[in-house]
């Protein structure tokens, strides 16, 4: 990604693909959500790796060519939200790891929320290392009436220092009946796997001014391109009474500090299909061999009982 200028990929043309969803819900799982990929150059093995989460915890599946997956086993329970990284030969694979499910489901009558950032690692994506934890909570703006979440963990090495940024603090949508991250903060280490210091302040934070961030923040992903920094953010907001995410364009010199640049993936319908009306939710940005991929997963209604996601790709081509 250090190779393409804001510029190309700011008018690349993407395109939904037309085979979307390419990963859709299992039976077992309303959702299956938050993918995280790997392309063929930063593997072990040439494949394309895709992490995601269900119902059920963070699964891995494999691709010969970023579009056909197959599932190949669940990696951690009591997780969500993944994000996998290739670091030296290791794979470290962060993700938001909850109370068991039983706790879990107290939440929807009154019980208090609790996650925190957790790690597995491999050297292979088969066998992976007991979960360990790597960042809890510290800040105040971490908890709320709801409890305390630690989401959407998204790593970036930036001169040496690892930052790692995450969502946290809980904000209520109510057609959905579940909640949604509140803020965006980082923390920082020398180290992968340990000694992270959560910034004092968030990044950002909801704002009733803003059209795209008016109820929370969801989350954000970060690149270092060749001249600046992006950030590809799902913020919750409500429009006409109902609440809906998408996904923006940020721009920023310093990976802290973040301007508004314009609407990147919005919900639409597609064609006779409305698997991602609503909701447009997390995402990972790719690059291999001349192509863009922003692999997504969305969402058809709010109601949490209705309520389907699945996972998508939008695409476009571009020159270096």
């Known amino acids: 990604m250090q ?39 930063v593997s072990h093995d040439g ?37 996998i990284n290739y670091i030296d030969g290791k794979y470290y694979l962060f993700y938001e790891r909850t109370r068991p499910p039983v706790i879990n ?70 057609d959905c009946g579940f909640c949604e991250p509140r803020h ?13 210091t959560a910034r004092t302040a968030p990044i950002i934070s909801p704002d009733k001014n803003i059209p795209w961030l008016n109820l929370c923040s969801g989350c954000l992903k970060v690149y270092k391109l060749k001249d600046c920094y992006i950030g590809l953010q799902n913020g919750i907001f409500e429009k006409n009474g109902k609440s809906h995410s998408a996904i923006v364009l940020l721009k920023s010199d310093d990976g802290i500090h973040f301007d508004f640049v314009k609407s990147f993936l919005t919900p639409q319908k597609c064609g006779k299909s409305n698997w991602m009306a609503q909701y447009v939710y997390a995402c990972c940005l790719t690059y291999h061999e001349g192509k863009l991929r922003l692999y997504f997963n969305a969402r058809n209604v709010a109601n949490n009982l209705t309520g389907r996601e699945s996972i998508g790709v939008y695409e476009a081509k571009i020159n270096l």
């Open 105 to 174: 489901a107290l939440t929807l009558i009154g019980f208090k929320w609790k996650s925190e950032i957790y790690c597995v690692e491999s050297s292979d994506l088969k066998s992976w290392s007991e979960p360990y934890l790597v960042l809890g909570n510290t800040r105040d703006f971490e908890n709320d009436e709801h409890g305390s979440a630690l989401s959407n963990p998204f790593l970036l090495n930036i001169d040496g220092v690892n930052r790692l940024y995450y969502s946290c603090g809980q904000t209520f949508i109510k």
């Open 184 to 196: 965006i903060n980082f923390a920082e280490s020398k180290e992968i796997s340990k000694g992270y």
């Open 3 to 41: 190779n393409i200028t804001f510029e190309k990929l700011n008018n690349a043309e993407f395109t939904l693909f037309e085979g979307n969803p390419i990963i859709k819900n299992p039976p077992s799982s309303f959702v299956i959500a938050d993918p995280s990929v790997l392309t063929p150059d």
């Open 47 to 83: 494949k394309w790796h895709l992490f995601c989460h269900t119902f059920f915890g963070v699964h891995h599946y494999e691709s010969n060519d970023g579009i056909n997956f197959e599932k190949k086993q669940k990696i951690a329970k009591r997780a969500m939200r993944p994000n």
